[in-house]
Structure formats: C-alpha cells, structure tokens
Nanobody, 112 residues
Framework: EVQLVESGGGLVQPGGSLRLSCAAS????????MSWYRQTPGTERELVAT????????NYADSVKGRFTISRDNAKNMVNLQMNSLKPEDTAVYYC?????WGQGTQVTVSS
C-alpha cells in the first residue's frame, strides 16, 4: 500500500522559512519522480516542484523559483521542500505526490 505522509507545516511570518517533509512507503521510492503541490480553497491544485529519480533534475513553479528547493533522501524514502523568503501568497495546503497518489496535506500559513 502506497503511503505519503507530510509534516513540517505551520504558521510563519513573511520572510521566514519552513521545511516540509514527506515520508513515502509502499513502492520503490528511488525509481520515481516526486513532486510537491499546493492548493488554496476554491482553486485547483498547483504544481510547486518536481524532482526526478534519474538525473536529479528539478522543475519549479515560476512563483517559487529561487526561494524553494526540493530534495530527496533515497536511503530514508523522503522528499523535502525547503521554503525560504515565504510570502503570504504561499499560504496553502501542501501535498506530496507520487504518480496519482497523494498525501493528506500539511497546512502552511504565512502571516504576520
């Protein structure tokens, strides 16, 4: 059974940082690309970042380039999202994704 469990969300002030983590199980983690998405009420889920399994290439939404960094630890079956210089518009529920599987999401709120 595939499981994706996110952690690390919370409340942070603008300009602050958070690190999200996703613990994956139930599949051969090192063989697959992993992604982070986010969603706010009334909007579609938005791709934030993707990290491949092969050459380590990444892809970021324009809105987070230069501020967010996706990484993975294949030994621990974890994918992380380091978020710096956070803005109020980054407020959303963040989801870990593998193929068509999703975690339960973790809330990130950026507010003073």
């Amino acid at each position: 059974e595939v499981q994706l469990v996110e952690s690390g969300g919370g409340l942070v002030q603008p300009g602050g940082s958070l690190r999200l983590s996703c613990a994956a199980s139930g599949f051969t983690f090192s063989n697959y690309a992993m992604s982070w998405y986010r969603q706010t009420p009334g909007t579609e889920r938005e791709l934030v970042a993707t990290l491949t399994s092969t050459d380590g290439s990444t892809n970021y939404a324009d809105s987070v380039k230069g501020r967010f960094t996706i990484s993975r630890d294949n030994a621990k079956n974890m994918v992380n999202l380091q978020m710096n210089s956070l803005k109020p518009e980054d407020t959303a529920v963040y989801y870990c994704n593998y193929r068509y599987f999703w975690g339960q999401g973790t809330q990130v709120t950026v507010s003073s």
